[in-house]
């Protein structure tokens, strides 16, 4: 076979290989999908189970008391009075304009997914800060995680699960980890190495070190963290209204299919208005938490 005829029949070979790969791996799939799907999909119940009550929770008591106690938790997170008044009358727009339930399970789920990702994202974190091995293979899949299309990574967790909260929740958490477990590596990683060496002449060991220490002066740091993963895990809200997700990304959703102007735009500032509230909290208690950990060190 001379050269001319080796590049004609070379890239039928390879798309004839090519499309053989890709039914192998949709066959595997399905099969996978179809001996464990219901299994992993009992697996959340639990997530499920917390996740639908805190959601009644928020949407049945009557909103006056739910508003007082977002209050009493905005001004002990921030110490403002401004913030404070302002979140008043931001939830007061939200109730007059009937946007009300979908804010609460927006809440709910944001609640519920930074929760997850804290539980998750800090013991990865810790695990990282503490190898460099671990480090090198934990990054590249943050790397992916944060690059990939959102949509890309709906697909299986959708063809996995099914339409419904829980392939959301799944959704938000992976788009919204990185910041978490990153973050939290660096503030390890940035203590100070005289304090360590104190710790260690005074014979701490390596989880005395770690919970007394460590974790207490990466505190800001990981507070840093949490606000980026509620960040993003409010940039998900309305992409995850596609695979089922009340809240307020449905509204949004609706809007752009049917051009419904005023509603996309009043749903769209709730949205917002979440992320300022949010936003400021996390990173004001973040700010008073440093300046402690600063004047307890002097």
């Known amino acids: 076979m001379n050269i001319p005829e080796f590049l004609t029949v070379f890239p039928k070979m390879g798309k004839v290989d090519y499309l053989?790969?890709?039914?192998?791996?949709?066959?595997?799939?399905?099969?996978?999908?179809?001996?464990?799907?219901?299994?992993?999909e009992s697996f959340f119940d639990p997530v499920l189970y917390f996740l639908v009550n805190l959601e009644k929770l928020l949407q049945n008591t009557p909103w006056p008391i739910v508003i007082m106690v977002f209050l009493l938790l905005i001004y002990y997170g921030s110490r403002s009075i401004y913030l404070t008044v302002g979140s008043l009358a931001a939830f007061l727009f939200i109730a007059y304009f009937g946007m009300w339930q979908d804010t609460m399970s927006t809440v709910s789920i944001i609640g519920v997914c930074t929760l997850l990702a804290i539980g998750l994202g800090i013991p990865i974190g810790i695990l990282m800060s503490g190898s460099d091995r671990v480090r090198s293979a934990v990054v590249p899949i943050l790397d992916i995680m944060q690059t990939m299309p959102s949509f890309v990574y709906l697909i299986p967790v959708v063809m996995l699960l099914g339409i419904g909260k829980i392939p959301g929740l799944l959704a938000i958490i992976i788009y919204a980890i990185p910041p978490m477990i990153r973050l939290t590596d660096l503030?390890?990683?940035?203590?100070?190495?005289?304090?360590?060496?104190?710790?260690?002449?005074?014979?701490?060991?390596?989880?005395?070190?770690?919970?007394?220490?460590?974790?207490?002066?990466?505190?800001?740091?990981?507070?840093?963290?949490?606000?980026?993963?509620?960040?993003?895990?409010?940039?998900?809200?309305v992409i995850a209204s596609m695979i089922g997700v009340r809240g307020l990304g449905q509204p949004v959703l609706k809007a752009i299919s049917n051009q419904y102007l005023t509603m996309g735009l009043l749903n769209g500032f709730a949205i917002v208005v979440l992320a300022v509230i949010f936003d400021r909290v996390s990173q004001s208690f973040g700010k008073r938490l440093q300046q402690h950990r600063a004047g307890s060190r002097e």
């Not at 990683?189 to 974790?215: H, M, S, T």
């Open 187 to 237: 503030g390890i990683r940035e203590v100070d190495k005289e304090v360590l060496e104190a710790a260690d002449a005074f014979g701490a060991n390596r989880i005395q070190k770690l919970f007394r220490v460590q974790l207490p002066l990466a505190l800001p740091t990981i507070f840093a963290g949490i606000n980026q993963t509620i960040m993003m895990a409010l940039a998900m809200v």
């Open 20 to 40: 053989a790969f890709k039914k192998a791996i949709d066959g595997a799939f399905r099969q996978f999908s179809r001996a464990y799907g219901d299994s992993i």
